[in-house]
Structures are given as C-alpha cells and as structure tokens.
C-alpha cells in the first residue's frame, strides 16, 4: 500500500547563540512567553538559514549532515462506507493508465483479457465523481479505460456495500473514479498523452484545468483507434444436445476495430464559502467495424450431416452516441458539515447498427433467405431531479437525508430485412418508466466505534406500448424497502474491523425487455416484458492492517438472492432459444484478500487474489450448477539503475469459476512487463512494455454443462504485443473544478443502453 515519499530538510545552519534575539523583549513578557518566544525563534532561525539576526555579538555557524525525512503517504483509507485508494500520490500513476491502475486496488482484479471485477464479479457498476457516467459502461469500458491516463485521476473508490443515499438498484458494488477537477488546484495545469502498440492501435488525450477568479473550467478529450488486430482471436464451438442426440460444430475467426471520441467540459462558480455552483457536460462517441468468418455443421446421433453453411458477418454501421448534462448547487451552513444539494441531470442516448450477415456454401440450409440486414435503433432519454441533506448534531452523530425522481424513455426500432422468401419483420418498442425514491442514514462515531444505518424507499412505475401491435400493453407497479447496516471497530491505529450487510435491486433494461424476435439458422433470441426488478442480499466482514511496509486486507462475504433475472437457454425445433425470466436462485460463499510488502525502498509486491463457491439454481426445468474457483493477480514493482523502474504482473485464474446456471469458466494465465523512465524534471514520462512476449497464442475456453445442450467455446488469442507509452504534465496543479459533496447517481438498470 504505502509509497515513500523523500524530501531534503537541506543544510542547516545552526544559530548557537539566541541571546540577543530576545533581549529587548525581556520587560514586555513574563517568564513563561519569553521561552515560548524563544523556542519559537530557534524554529525560525533553524528553518530560513538565510536569515541574519539583528544583533549579534559572536556567532558561530555549523554545517549539518543532510537531513533526510522519509513520510510514508497512505494509499489506501478503509472508511465505514468505501474503500479509497489514493492515484494522485502513486507516483506510477503517471506512466499508467487507469485500466493498469485499477489491478492494483484491493477487491478489484483485470485479468488477461483486461475484463474486470470486483471481489470476483463482473457484476458492478463504474461512477465518475460520484455518478454514473454514461461512458463508462457496456461492453466498450475497458477501452475506455486504457484510453484515460491514471495521471488524470485523483483517488478511486471501491464501494461493497453501499448505504441508503445510493440507489437501490444497481449491483452489489461501486466504483467511483474522482478526475482531479474534484481536487483544489490552482491556476492552469495539464497533460498531454499519446500511446501505440505493435497491434496498431493508438490513443491521444489531452487535459487542461484553468482559473479565473471565482470561475474553474477543466476540458477533457480523448481519442483511441483500435485496431482489428488488437482483438483477432480464432473460434471453435462444439455441443451436443441432450434430447436429439445431434451435434453441431462451429469454427472461425473474428476481429472488431473501434474508433472513440469522449471527453467533457466541466465548470464551478464559488459564489461564497457557502454557496457553490457546477456544471458539467459529456460526450462519447463510439463507432466499430467488425468482422466475423465462421463454418458452421450439425450431425444426427448417427454422425449423418443435417446441414453445413459458411457465413460472413459485418457491422458496416455501427455508432453510440452520448451527451449528457448535470448541474448542482451546493449551499453549506455556519454549522460545519451541514450541507444541501440541488441537482439536475440530463442524459440522451442514441445508437444505431446496420448489421449484415450472408451465406455461402450452403447444404440442406436451414432457412429461407441467404442473408439479411438488420437495422436497428435504439433512443434514450433519462432526467433525473434529486435533493440531499446532510445534518451532523455533534461530534458523534451525523444524519443523511434525500428525495430523488427519475423520468426515462426508451424507444427502439428494429427491422430485419431478408435476401429470400422470408418476409421482412419490423418491430417498435417504447418503454417509460417514473422511480421516486427516499432515504434516510444514520452514522455514529464514538471512539474506535463507528456504525451506520440506512433505509430507503422506492416505488416504480413501468409502461410499454408496441406501436406496431405485435404485444398487448403493459404496466408495472415496483415497491421496495431497502435496508443497509455496517458497524466497524478500530482495533488499534493501523488494523480496522467492519461487519456489513446491504440489500440492491436490478431493473431491466430495454434490451431485456424487448420482445422483438431476433431470427437466425440457428438461433432465437428475445425479450421478456413481464420482467421485474431482481434483489439481492449480502453480509460481508472486512479486516484490514496498515503497517509501515505491509498491508493486508481481508474480506470473507455471503450473498444470495432469489429472483435474479436468469439469461435462459433451450433448444426447440433444432434452434437455441435465449430470452430472460426472474427466476434464478443463487448462494455465494467467497473471500478476497489484498496483500502489498514494501520490504525496502524501491521494491514493492502487490497480490490480490481470491476464491469463490457458487452454487445457482433455475427451479423450471431444474437446473443446478456449482462450483469453486478464484483469481490470483502478482506485481512486482523494482527501482533499478539508470533512474528506470521496472514493473512484471502476471497472474489468471483458476477452479471452476460459476456465474450462471449452464457454464463452467476456464483457468487462464497471463503476464506483462513494463519500463519506465521520467525526463525534464519528471514532466515527460517514457514507457515501454511487453504483454506476453514468450507467448504466441493465449486459448481461453467456456463450458456448458448444465441445459438442453453442453459443450464447449474455444477461444485463441495472439496475445503478444510491445508498446510506448508518452506523457507530458505542463503548469502548476494549484485549483480545480470544485464537486459537490453529493451528486446524482443512478445505477440501476442491467442489459440494454441505459444512458
């Protein structure tokens, strides 16, 4: 955990003689003010070397060995409500991005395919200064990750039981990304990045913070182009279906390239020290170009061919666009820590696919048409009003109180259109949804004791209309009483204890919701209206130890629910059929640890690792998968000569890792070297790394062994890759854009665009 930080005291010249400092004050002071006064001037005289006394009679001047202050800067704070680690003062920040930071925070892990979790999950949501931004979620997050510099990022907060003032829907976990705009700055600052990598991709991005009086702005833009070889990886796919007895085999290639736009401006306005004003706006913009060349086959029981067809799949049009606005108003009390919130927040969403898929080398073809273009649209609009308070009555206990109101629309339209005989299908969807929700915590402090108790209420409507009368209308009514408890001791000033217990809610997304069907040769795939919200439960227990070279985290936990809303698989007319029910049962029993050992200076090991028990379940047709698995993650950060620091991660994962009711996930392994070397006064940074260098092809395989068929995914990567890294910092970082203390967050829905 811990980095040293080193500064030189200098040379001190030691003033022997104080006497006459203080001989003309001798009849205005007592005794006692008259050696306070003159300690005070010893201090004074002993820290500005340069300065002469006014009178001196004889004065000697000693020559001090070097004074070295060694102060060893807390990274990681575990607080009642939140794990925090400290970017800002992790001098690699500046060569990493926040991807390559994140696998050094406890609870979190990134794994060779750079997919991450949290306490083994992938079940989580990402905030950026305290609310959900709409450009870090979906399938596109860790590009955008890598894309970010960590030298832009002031802490990251890691969040396993959120407490009533956070939705209650969303997931078991939070993490909340704090740029630097949320620091206290002053004057202009910035960075400019750039990166490239042997697969040819490449990323630039820029940052700039400036001042004008009571008025901070801060301007970020990035840009990622992502090469189609950065993800090349061959594909074999084999099952075998109970019922039947036949058997398919699926084989080929696929590769996506990607070009991003994102970035925001954000502005503060101090109008005194009690009143503030933000505002802020977004945008992200992502377009892919994928391709996929595959061979598919399936056999009868008596290895007889049914059917055989190559098929060419391309995404000659695809483009998500965000834009998104908030705004707050902040006005503290004379009582400090008094606080209300006034936020806004706007965000539109709008993505398009032109997706095409044709056929060729066709026996006994198991459909009506060669090909098809499917166009679909996809519009989201989301405003959020929400009002917090904060009262503390105190030195011990503090009260947190507020109203949120949420207004969404989802539109979508979907049209299949058929090389054949087959018909073209269109389909339109409009789902609405209004969320009021209230809260209420209660936080005590008494000694090493802190506790805290929530309860939040949230009642929803949901609406769906199909223009097109494919489906009746629909309405849902949601109400959900959602409590929250920890309580933590601190057993001395480095070791802390905390006991917690959380309860979220999961509400689905449109794509969840959308009964549209999707039709292929092989394969149904479709929405279920009648979903409702999932809920979750979890009792978790924290130990942590601070040391001056070691730091340990250890985190056993327990969760269930029993309404998760299942993905559901069944075979039916020789076809896989996939849609969605709230149905799914879950037990996990799992612990995670987080070790860092700085054994001298210069060196630092960094292990995460943890393991986990599943045990899920789908009550019709029963269904019952389990399992025991966990991640091990490894680095090595050394000083070496020449001002060069070299760090090696390795690391993967291993067991039968669970996290649905059919599939078992593979073991992998993975490991990277990087080096890094500061110029110019620390203001340019050069990194060089190598991912996987001895390693030609990674295979990673998913098995189903559960449902109407199981086999498996067979997946080969060419992992290796070298690259360079540059960042410049420019300016003094001495203000910033103030935050709010409390903000919007909305995290609640799962599948589909959300925002």
């Known amino acids: 955990m811990g980095k040293f930080f080193y500064g030189k005291v200098g040379r001190i010249e030691k003033k022997t003689n104080f006497a006459d400092y203080t001989t003309n004050n001798e009849k205005r002071f007592t005794m006692r003010k008259k050696a306070l006064l003159t300690l005070a001037a010893s201090l004074a005289a002993a820290s500005l070397p340069a300065q002469n006394t006014a009178r001196t009679d004889s004065t000697e001047t000693h020559k001090m060995e070097e004074v070295i202050v060694t102060q060893r800067r807390q990274l990681i704070k575990n607080d009642i409500d939140k794990l925090t680690y400290d970017v800002q003062h992790d001098k690699t920040a500046q060569t990493k991005t926040t991807l390559e930071i994140l696998k050094k925070i406890p609870l979190v892990t990134v794994d060779g395919q750079e997919n991450i979790k949290i306490q083994g999950s992938a079940n989580f949501k990402v905030y950026k200064n305290g609310h959900p931004d709409p450009s870090l979620s979906g399938q596109n997050l860790k590009d955008i990750l890598k894309a970010i510099p960590a030298s832009t990022i002031k802490r990251i907060e890691v969040i396993t039981d959120p407490g009533a003032k956070y939705d209650a829907e969303g997931t078991t976990a939070i993490l909340n990304i704090v740029m630097l705009g949320s620091s206290r700055l002053q004057g202009v600052s910035g960075n400019v990045n750039a990166g490239a990598n042997t697969n040819g991709s490449t990323r630039v991005g820029a940052y700039l913070t400036t001042q004008a009086g009571k008025l901070t702005t801060a301007v970020n833009y990035n840009y990622a182009d992502q090469n189609k070889k950065q993800t090349e990886n061959d594909r074999d796919e084999a ?64 290895n007889r061919l049914i059917y055989k067809f190559d098929s060419d799949v391309t995404t000659p049009g695809y483009s998500y666009l965000n834009l998104g606005g908030r705004f707050d108003y902040q006005h503290k009390t004379r009582l400090e820590g008094e606080t209300l919130t006034l936020s806004y927040m706007l965000a539109a969403t709008r993505q398009h696919t032109t997706f095409r898929q044709t056929y060729s080398n066709m026996t006994n073809f198991p459909a009506d048409y060669t090909g098809y273009d499917q166009n679909s649209r996809e519009r989201f609009t989301e405003h959020t009003f929400q009002i917090d308070y904060v009262r503390p009555f105190g030195k011990h206990h503090k009260l947190e109180s507020g109203t949120k109101y949420i207004l969404r629309h989802n539109n979508s339209t979907s049209l299949m259109d058929y090389q054949g005989t087959t018909p073209d299908m269109e389909n339109r969807f409009r789902h609405n949804a209004q969320v009021a929700a209230a809260y209420l915590s209660y936080i005590l402090t008494a000694g090493k004791w802190s506790a805290r108790a929530g309860l939040r209420y949230e009642y929803t409507h949901m609406k769906a209309t199909y223009p097109d009368g494919s489906n009746a209308d629909f309405h849902a009514h949601l109400n959900d009483w959602v409590p929250s408890a920890s309580i933590q001791y601190k057993i001395s000033d480095g070791q802390t204890l905390k006991l917690s217990y959380n309860t979220s809610i999961n509400r689905p997304g449109i794509s969840y919701l959308n009964p549209a069907v999707i039709s292929t040769p092989t394969s149904l795939s479709f929405g279920n209206a009648d979903l409702g919200s999932s809920r979750n439960q979890k009792l ?77 379940t789908l009550p019709t047709p029963y269904i019952k998968n389990s399992g025991c698995g966990g991640g091990i993650y490894f ?54 790394s190598a991912e996987s260098p001895f390693i030609k092809e990674k295979p990673t395989t998913y098995r189903t062994v559960q449902g109407d068929y199981t086999g498996f995914e067979r997946a080969v990567m060419k992992p290796r890759c070298f690259g360079i890294r540059l960042s410049w910092n420019f300016g003094k970082l001495k203000a910033s854009v103030k935050k709010a203390d409390r903000s919007i967050e909305n995290d609640d829905l799962v599948g589909g665009v959300k925002k």
């Open 239 to 302: 099952y075998d279906y109970v019922k039947t007895g036949e058997h398919t085999h699926e084989y080929g290639k696929n590769s996506t390239g990607a070009k991003i736009h994102f970035g925001n401006i954000s502005a503060s306005y101090e109008i005194d020290s009690l009143n503030l004003l933000t505002a802020s706006t977004n945008f992200f913009g992502y377009k892919a170009d994928a391709n996929t060349q595959s061979t598919t086959e399936r056999w009868d029981r008596n």
């Open 540 to 616: 978790q227990l924290t130990y942590m130890l601070v040391a001056p070279k070691f730091t340990l985290q250890l985190n056993p936990y327990y969760s269930f629910t029993n309404n998760g809303i299942a993905h559901i698989m069944y075979e039916q007319n020789h076809k896989n059929v996939y849609t969605y029910q709230n149905i799914l049962k879950s037990k996990v029993f799992g612990i995670s640890s987080y070790t860092e050992w700085t054994p001298f200076t210069g060196t630092t090991f960094t292990l995460n690792a943890s393991m986990r028990y599943a045990h899920i």
């Open 635 to 688: 680095d090595w950060e050394q000083k070496i000569p020449w001002k060069l620091t070299l760090t090696t991660s390795l690391g993967g994962e291993y067991g039968n890792r669970v996290y649905n009711p059919y599939a078992i996930e593979g073991h992998w392994f993975y490991y990277d070297f990087t080096l890094t070397r500061r110029f110019l006064k620390d203001k340019l940074t050069v990194s060089l």
